[in-house]
């Protein structure tokens, strides 16, 4: 990498952490900053005009704009003469939230609860500003060093505009089908804010069963299933009802009976776990344990 980058420098090339369809993702160490970082390399060349004309500009947007600690930290944004784009960003070492679960089968109660606040806050704050992420899922949420869950890749978010006080429902059917709401995997319209609560339904169960609820590679049948709310709450690893009660409160296929956005806050019985006086523990070895978290506040 050339010293183009202004913030970065020399950026020496450490290893790829993913590929992608459009371009890789790769470490280095930045000389400037005296740190590793994590690059997400594009080559225009290699992309759909869709991609290069909508999803990419807005993606440079909204990333230049974020500012929150459970968001991954975009440090510069640079365009080559060649055509390739480099967004520089925190690399969080432990990885995406996937892997992490994949390594421990399922985590503990208590530590998925510290992960899933942390999602709140990021969601919440995305949403304040008008931003739907629309493509939450484990692969896309990362762990720093301390274990931080940090929401990253926002390729597919949208800019939220209003007609008369109500969000205008967005008709791009994105996202990835294990995570998706059901009215997105029906093709009607729909607010992203309240498809992302659902996606983050999913990543709670993902976090404390290891599984998704709606395990189905037949999209049609999965959406049948989710109409039905055909999904069971494995007896191993143990869990809570609170926490359980969250979960099926969240994937309801009713859009209007589902918990978003104005319940992100700290007043009303029906609040998510935002604000925590008790710090949650480190993550443990082997499958998590029923432990009240005091989910619903």
């Not at 999803?55 to 944004?77: A, C, Q, R, Y």
């Not at 607010?191 to 290891?210: A, I, R």
């Amino acid at each position: 990498f050339s010293g183009d980058l202004k913030t970065v420098g020399e950026a020496e090339y450490k290893g790829r952490l993913g590929q992608g369809m459009f371009g890789e993702v790769v470490k280095a160490y930045s000389t400037q900053m005296k740190k590793m970082v994590a690059i997400k390399v594009t080559d225009i060349s290699k992309c759909t005009s869709v991609y290069i004309e909508k999803f990419l500009p807005h993606e440079k947007g909204v990333l230049e704009t974020l500012d929150h600690p459970n968001i991954v930290k975009t440090h510069e944004i640079f365009e080559s003469p060649k055509g390739t784009v480099y967004m520089v960003m925190e690399l969080c070492v432990k990885g995406d939230l996937l892997n992490y679960i994949n390594s421990k089968l399922a985590l503990p109660e208590r530590f998925s609860h510290k992960l899933f606040s942390q999602l709140c806050r990021a969601v919440e704050y995305l949403h304040s500003r008008n931003v739907a992420h629309r493509d939450l899922k484990c692969e896309n949420l990362f762990l720093d060093a301390k274990y931080n869950l940090k929401v990253g890749d926002f390729g597919l978010s949208k800019t939220l505009t209003y007609v008369d006080g109500r969000v205008v429902l967005s008709r791009t059917f994105c996202g990835t089908s294990l995570y998706a709401a059901p009215e997105v995997l029906h093709s009607i319209p729909y607010d992203p804010k309240v498809s992302d609560v659902w996606s983050m339904g999913v990543v709670l169960y993902m976090m404390l069963y290891g599984s998704v609820p709606f395990n189905c590679s037949n999209v049609k049948k999965q959406a049948q299933l989710q109409k039905k709310r055909r999904f069971n709450f494995p007896k191993d690893p143990p869990v809570s009802p609170e926490a359980k009660d969250l979960i099926r409160r969240i994937l309801h296929p009713i859009v209007e009976q589902r918990p978003y956005e104005q319940h992100f806050g700290d007043s009303g019985k029906e609040k998510l776990p935002f604000n925590r006086k008790k710090p949650p523990a480190e993550p443990g070895s082997g499958r998590g344990g029923a432990i009240c978290c005091d989910w619903l506040g």
